[in-house]
Antibody, heavy 121, light 108 residues
Framework: QVQVQESGPGLVKPSETLSLTCNVS????????WSWIRQPPGKGLEWIGY???????NYNPSLKSRVTISVDTSRNQLSLKLSSVTAADTAVYYC???????????????WGQGTLVTVSS | DIVLTQSPGALSLSPGERATLSCRAS???????LAWYQQKPGQAPRVLIY???SRATGIPDRFSGSGSGTDFTLTISRLEPEDFAVYYC?????????FGQGTKVEIK
């Protein structure tokens, strides 16, 4: 059973860059798509983007200019960077895995517990 | 982007009752690539249904999904105490992947 764990600073200043890491254990990061998803307090879910283990990425156009997702297969780890943050970026950030590579299996079957990032001076 | 609109926003029901949740898409969802997730307070979402009607591993058969094109439904046949939560639909056939705004199923 794969385990997913997000980590990173809980407080980021406005205009700075939010950086989070997702550690994967209990299974390889390979041959899967991995997404970052966020949820502002009391609100719904927003897909940020995904990365394939090979390094190819796809970002939500609403965030594309500010987002970078990268992967380190040797450490079974992926990361998220979101630049020029504002209070609107305050959210719980989740790392999640697609069930499979085929489009029919690209739903999220494993999630981390999420990490709250607050943007405030 | 495909906009998913869930209704109702909240549903007040008693244990044992049937819950019917709706998810309507702004355009056709490719090959019914639609999933339903359950989220409880302080927890990550958990997948219940994928492909509009297939139950994920370990999901009880009181949960069922149906629909195609632009109209999808999640039905909980008899609510158990642990089913009171927020439910989200999500499409994964088109990029960007999008979620509905959620339906809260609360105890009456």
């Amino acid at each position: 059973q794969v385990q997913v764990q997000e980590s990173g600073p809980g407080l980021v200043k406005p205009s700075e860059t939010l950086s989070l890491t997702c550690n994967v254990s209990g299974g390889p990061i390979s041959n899967k798509y991995w997404s970052w998803i966020r949820q502002p307090p009391g609100k719904g879910l927003e897909w940020i983007g995904y990365i394939y283990y090979s390094g190819s990425t796809n970002y939500n156009p609403s965030l594309k200019s500010r987002v970078t997702i990268s992967v380190d297969t040797s450490r079974n780890q992926l990361s998220l960077k979101l630049s020029s943050v504002t209070a609107a970026d305050t959210a719980v950030y989740y790392c999640a895995r697609d069930r499979g590579v085929a489009v029919a299996l690209r739903y999220f079957d494993s999630w981390g517990q999420g990490t709250l990032v607050t943007v405030s001076s | 982007d495909i906009v998913l609109t869930q209704s109702p926003g909240a549903l007040s029901l008693s244990p044992g009752e049937r819950a019917t949740l709706s998810c309507r898409a702004s355009q056709s969802v490719s090959s019914a690539y639609l999933a339903w997730y359950q989220q409880k307070p302080g927890q990550a979402p958990r997948v219940l249904i994928y492909g509009a009607s297939s139950r994920a591993t370990g999901i009880p058969d009181r949960f069922s999904g149906s629909g195609s094109g632009t109209d999808f439904t999640l039905t909980i046949s008899r609510l158990e105490p642990e089913d009171f939560a927020v439910y989200y639909c999500q499409q994964y056939g088109s990029s960007p992947r999008t979620f509905g705004q959620g339906t809260k199923v609360e105890i009456k």
